[in-house]
C-alpha cells in the first residue's frame, strides 16, 4: 500500500520559512519522480518543485526559483521542500506527488498540508 504523508504546514508572516516533509512508503524511492504541487483557494492545483530519481536533478515553478529547495533522504524514504522568503501567493494546500518513472500510471498523492502566508 503507498502512502504519502505531509508535514511542516502552517501559518507564517511575509518573509518567513518553512520546511514541509512528505515521508513516502510502499514504493521504490528510487524510481519515481517526487513532486510538490500547490493548490490555491479557487484555483487548479500547480506545480512548484520536483526532484528525479535516481540522477537528482531539480525543477521549479518560476514563481518559487531562487526562494524554494526541494530535496530527498533517500534512507528516511523523505522529500522536503524548504521555503524561504515566503510571499502571500505561496499561500495554498501543498500536495507530495510520487510518480513511477517506469510505469507512468501508477502515481499517488498525498493528503496535502496546508501553508498560510500573512501578516
Known amino acids: 500500500q503507498v502512502q504519502l504523508v505531509e508535514s511542516g504546514g502552517g501559518l507564517v508572516q511575509p518573509g518567513g520559512s518553512l520546511k514541509l516533509s512528505c515521508v513516502v512508503s510502499?514504493?521504490?524511492?528510487?524510481?519515481?519522480?517526487m513532486r510538490w504541487y500547490r493548490q490555491a483557494p479557487g484555483k487548479q492545483r500547480v506545480l512548484v518543485a520536483q526532484?528525479?530519481?535516481?540522477?537528482?536533478?531539480?525543477n521549479y515553478a518560476d514563481s518559487v526559483k531562487g526562494r524554494f529547495t526541494i530535496g530527498r533522504d533517500a534512507a528516511k524514504k523523505t522529500v522536503y521542500l524548504e521555503m524561504n522568503s515566503l510571499k502571500p501567493e505561496d499561500t495554498g494546500v501543498y500536495y507530495c506527488?510520487?510518480?513511477?518513472?517506469?510505469?507512468?500510471?501508477?502515481?499517488?498523492w498525498g493528503q496535502g498540508t496546508q501553508v498560510t502566508v500573512s501578516s
Open positions: 506527488n510520487a510518480q513511477s518513472l517506469i510505469i507512468l500510471r501508477d502515481e499517488f
Open positions: 526532484i528525479i530519481s535516481p540522477t537528482g536533478s531539480t
Open positions: 510502499g514504493v521504490t524511492f528510487g524510481t519515481y519522480a
